[in-house]
T-cell receptor, first 115, second 114 residues
C-alpha cells in the first residue's frame, strides 16, 4: 500500500547534538511538508518542498534544516540551534503543491525528546 | 489570507448521542475544506473533503459535513458517537489557486463518555 513512513517513532537528543528525522513516501507526490505539533496545540509548518531540489521555509524554520535530493525522501534535521526541540513531528505529502483541492497525506509521526 | 476557527477546544458527548464539531473559515477565493482526525501518538487521517461539488459531504466512519458559503461554515457531524471516535479533530482550509496554503484550525478534542 502507498503511504508515508516516518522513522524512528521515538528519538532522544542530547545537548548540542543534531538529529535527523526520516520521511519517505511511495505515493509519487511532488510536494512534501514538515510540521511540528506541541501538546494541546495545532500544527505549525517548519519547511515544505514543492518539487525535488527545492524547499521553502515555513513559519518556524529556525533551528531546522531539510534536503530534497529524491522525490521520495524529505529528511528533517533538528540542529543544536533549536533550543526547544521536544515535540511531535509530522511529515506530509501532497500530489502537487498547486492542487489546492487535494488533501495532504500524513505519516505516523516522530516524537522527539531531550535527554 | 485564509484562516480557520474551531469554536470549541473540547467537546464531550455520551456514546450513542450525536456529535457536532464546529468550523468556520475565512477565504478570499474558492476554498477547499477538509476534516482530519488524529488519535493519540498517530498522524492525521483524512475524514472527508469539500472541493466545490456537493455541499453535503460524506466521509469515513459515518461522519459528514455540510459546506455553507453564506455562513462560512463547515461543521462536522455524526449521528451516533462511538467510543473509538474519541480523538482530536482538525478543520483545514486550502485555496484552489494557492495550493501551498494549507491552513489548519487549532483542533477540537472529542471525548466520548460511556
Amino acid at each position: 500500500d502507498g503511504g508515508i513512513t516516518q522513522s524512528p517513532k521515538y528519538l532522544f537528543r542530547k545537548e548540542g547534538q543534531n538529529v535527523t528525522l526520516s520521511c519517505e513516501q511511495n505515493l509519487n507526490h511532488d510536494a512534501m511538508y514538515w510540521y511540528r505539533q506541541d501538546p494541546g496545540q495545532g500544527l505549525r509548518l517548519i519547511y515544505y518542498s514543492q518539487i525535488v531540489n527545492d524547499f521553502q521555509k515555513g513559519d518556524i524554520a529556525e533551528g531546522y534544516s531539510v534536503s530534497r535530493e529524491k522525490k521520495e525522501s524529505f529528511p528533517l534535521t533538528v540542529t543544536s540551534a533549536q533550543k526547544n526541540p521536544t515535540a511531535f513531528y509530522l511529515c506530509a505529502s501532497r500530489i502537487s503543491w498547486d492542487r489546492g483541492n487535494q488533501p495532504q497525506h500524513f505519516g505516523d509521526g516522530t516524537r522527539l525528546s531531550i535527554l | 489570507a485564509q484562516s480557520v476557527t474551531q469554536l470549541d477546544s473540547h467537546v464531550s458527548v455520551s456514546e450513542g448521542t450525536p456529535v457536532l464539531l464546529r468550523c468556520n473559515y475565512s477565504s478570499s477565493y474558492s476554498p477547499s475544506l477538509f476534516w482530519y482526525v488524529q488519535h493519540p501518538n498517530k498522524g492525521l487521517q483524512l475524514l472527508l473533503k469539500y472541493t466545490s461539488a456537493a455541499t453535503l459531504v460524506k466521509g469515513i466512519n459515518g461522519f459528514e459535513a455540510e459546506f455553507k458559503k453564506s455562513e462560512t461554515s463547515f461543521h462536522l457531524t455524526k449521528p451516533s458517537a462511538h467510543m473509538s471516535d474519541a480523538a482530536e479533530y482538525f478543520c483545514v482550509v486550502s485555496e484552489v489557486n494557492y495550493g501551498q496554503n494549507f491552513v489548519f484550525g487549532p483542533g477540537t478534542r472529542l471525548s466520548v463518555l460511556p
